[in-house]
């Protein structure tokens, strides 16, 4: 299974950037359909950004514009870059990774810990 470790949370003035990570492990990251969620308290998981094994990205329509979705297949790291954050950013991330297919055997996906973003003044 998928091994994911998020990093680069932390507390951020309204307007400023931080730059998430996810370090990916024991799997095939290039074939990996990746994304990023976020939770606040007492609130839902959502989406906010997802990239295919051939680069394509989307964005929830609250993050587009100013959150960039990225991947290094070379080093197995997805990445978020967030700019112009605003309180309501405050969630805690989560990398994932949808299930995935190799050689005719199917692997579940899986989730990291989570990294805490909070912006506040």
């Known amino acids: 299974q998928v091994q994911l470790v998020e990093s680069g949370g932390g507390l951020v003035q309204p307007g400023g950037s931080l730059r998430l990570s996810c370090a990916a492990s024991n799997s095939p990251f290039s074939i990996l359909f990746m994304g990023w969620y976020r939770q606040a308290p007492g609130k839902q998981r959502e989406l906010v950004a997802t990239?295919?094994?051939?680069?394509?990205?989307t964005y929830s329509d609250s993050v587009k514009g100013r959150f960039t979705i990225s991947r290094d297949n070379a080093y197995h790291m997805l990445y978020l870059q967030m700019n112009e954050l605003k309180p309501e950013d405050t969630a805690l991330y989560y990398c994932?990774?949808?299930?995935?297919?190799?050689?005719?055997?199917?692997?579940?996906?899986?989730w990291g810990q989570g990294t805490q973003v909070t912006v506040s003044s």
């Open positions: 990239i295919s094994s051939s680069q394509i990205t």
């Open positions: 994932n990774a949808e299930d995935y297919c190799t050689n005719n055997v199917c692997h579940q996906g899986s």
